[in-house]
């Protein structure tokens, strides 16, 4: 089918099938989106949506998921097999900078007389970089993408001067670069459509097989908050899409969003943004929806920016659906957190915890490493923390739990990427350019983007892997784990993220052809390793059932 556009949702890493490559620790966090980042960002939904409203064609294509999941498709014929007349190829994320600029360059080879346009956050930051150094990128949409995309489908229909579509950064005829003022953003978001999961290509792409269906509805465009390495900031919205306060989605939306994806299958919500940045009035106004909505949903998860008080707990424990909560800390230390841009304390937090176990509702604590005042002892410090959040823990109502991640790559565009002497930092990755290269390179501790004023790269290798460790034996622990679950977690991201970096590095030594050989010889060992463990683990499971399945069995007595 021709369509007037097919935006696309690339891998993070576009040959991440044909060559060696060594997530690690990133692959421990990112769950059922896999360590290619296959969920689409919203936005893409909502710029679909709305030029089929404006009486253009369009559809979002998960080429990301179409790949992750057919090691049969053979991507250059199946993008040639695509028509549209524009292309916008989403670069929200900065983890996605290899795959999207290489599927760019890959459409525009096929599809030559067709526009290719980038958007997103990564892209906004980045756009007079991408459209003087790719010729193959004939324009970058910045900022907030809707009203701007279809005025750029209406100037190409009738003719008239790119320089008249806001947001626009494109390339002049004379090979200069120009860069159209950013339109007024919308002060609400009721005016679009965050549900149309039916424009998503392949259908149930944006669900993972054997994980409950989920997706995400925004509270809100914008922040009020300004932590250090965010690119959703405060600062970066001003900057970047020209937004000076958060947009809200009315509380009649939200309730009528859930209802629709309850419709097409989805069975866990997460609304993202804290409520309570819009105000008293609005969190009240959207929880009361909520407790009166009469929707089918497994979960709704919501977001704190900060501690909460007890009014607002309980308030969240009268919702008609179970609700759980996350917070993010980033650290465990006081002053770690507060210089990052959180100002509350551990003792704020845990008040928080005890009220959520008070009135049943998860709560998951989602810490980083490292952090601009981070050093060895303030890690093991949050640490600590960790045990301290497992003490807490009840029962299966009312879970306490926290989760850790490493940063590894600054957001562009954040305080801490656009003035890292102030903000305690200093990059290693400054362009698009560097962050290209470093998604291309084969081990995860390659695209670490940054050091800090404490902690060079090799500290924040190493206190990754230790802090990994360090959770996996403790949840093991606690009875988060079991033996074996653990012992397969410890394998995929302790011991075979140390190896690798031992062994990437000695690699990376090496003529390219020789280097591609140990390093795909390297990915299979680990493979086979990790296949042996998950047999073991299934072998052990079946006899597990069997024995269980014997006892239960009634006893026959022949007399």
Excluded at 156 to 171: C, I, K, M, W
Excluded at 232 to 250: H, I
Excluded at 381 to 396: A, F, G, H, K, R
Excluded at 460 to 489: C, K, M, P, W
Aim: hydrophobic residues 40%; aromatic residues 10%.
């Amino acid at each position: 089918m021709d369509y007037d556009v097919i935006l696309i949702h690339s891998p993070s890493i576009y040959d991440f099938r044909k060559k060696a490559v060594f997530p690690g620790p990133v692959a421990y966090t990112v769950g059922g989106s896999t360590e290619q980042f296959i969920t689409p960002p919203v936005g893409m939904l909502s710029i679909a949506d709305y030029l089929t409203r404006h009486g253009y064609s369009a559809i979002v294509d998960n080429l990301g998921a179409r790949m992750v999941r057919s090691d049969s498709l053979i991507v250059e014929e199946y993008l040639g097999s695509l028509s549209a007349r524009v292309f916008g190829i989403g670069l929200h994320w900065c983890v996605h900078s290899q795959g999207a600029m290489e599927i760019a360059r890959l459409i525009k080879k096929l599809h030559p007389g067709s526009k290719v346009v980038m958007g997103g956050l990564t892209a906004t930051v980045f756009a007079e970089e991408i459209v003087r150094k790719y010729d193959f990128i004939d324009g970058v949409i910045r900022g907030e993408g809707e009203k701007p995309f279809v005025r750029y489908m209406q100037a190409l229909d009738s003719g008239e001067d790119l320089a008249s579509v806001p947001n626009l950064t494109f390339r002049r005829e004379d090979g200069s670069v120009c860069s159209v003022d950013l339109m007024e953003p919308d002060p609400d978001l009721d005016e679009y459509e965050f549900t149309r999961l039916d424009l998503i290509q392949p259908p149930m792409s944006s669900f993972t097989p054997g994980i409950l269906p989920s997706w995400t509805i925004p509270v809100c465009r914008g922040c009020v908050e300004n932590c250090a390495s965010c690119g959703g900031s405060a600062y970066s919205y001003k900057k970047y899409l020209g937004r000076r306060k958060p947009a809200f989605r009315s509380p009649e939306k939200i309730v009528a969003d859930l209802r629709k994806l309850t419709e097409q299958g989805v069975e866990l919500v997460f609304l993202f943004q804290d409520p309570r940045i819009g105000g008293r009035k609005y969190w009240r106004a959207l929880l009361k929806a909520l407790q009166e909505m009469e929707v089918p949903l497994r979960q709704l998860t919501m977001e704190l920016f900060g501690p909460a008080d007890e009014e607002f707990i309980r308030e969240l424990s009268r919702i008609s659906v179970p609700v759980a909560l996350t917070i993010s800390p980033e650290s465990g230390v006081d002053h770690v957190r507060q210089s990052h841009g959180r100002s509350y304390t551990n003792e704020e937090l845990y008040r928080t915890m005890d009220l959520c176990k008070k009135y049943g509702i998860k709560l998951g604590s989602f810490t980083m490493a490292a952090l601009a005042e981070d050093t060895t002892q303030t890690i093991r410090e949050t640490w600590d923390t960790w045990e301290q959040i497992c003490l807490l823990n009840v029962n299966e109502r009312a879970p306490v739990d926290y989760a850790f991640g490493p940063m590894l790559l600054l957001d562009p565009g954040s305080l801490a990427f656009d003035q890292p002497e102030k903000y305690g930092y200093r990059l290693v990755f400054k362009t698009l350019e560097d962050y290209i290269a470093g998604m291309n390179l084969p081990s995860w501790h390659q695209l670490i983007s940054y050091e800090t004023r404490n902690l060079t790269r090799d500290d924040i290798i190493q206190l990754t892997i230790d802090s990994l460790e360090y959770s996996i034996n403790l949840r093991e622990r606690v009875g988060f784990y079991n033996h074996d679950d653990a012992s397969i977690a410890r394998f995929c991201f302790v011991e075979s993220a140390k190896e690798t970096v031992k062994v990437v590095n000695e690699a990376m030594e090496l003529p390219q052809k020789e280097r591609d050989t140990l390093l795909k010889r390297y990915n299979q060992f680990v493979e086979m390793k990790l296949g042996s463990l998950l047999f073991m683990n299934y072998q052990r499971e079946q006899a597990e059932a069997q024995r269980r399945a014997r006892s239960a069995a009634p006893t026959v007595e022949f007399k």
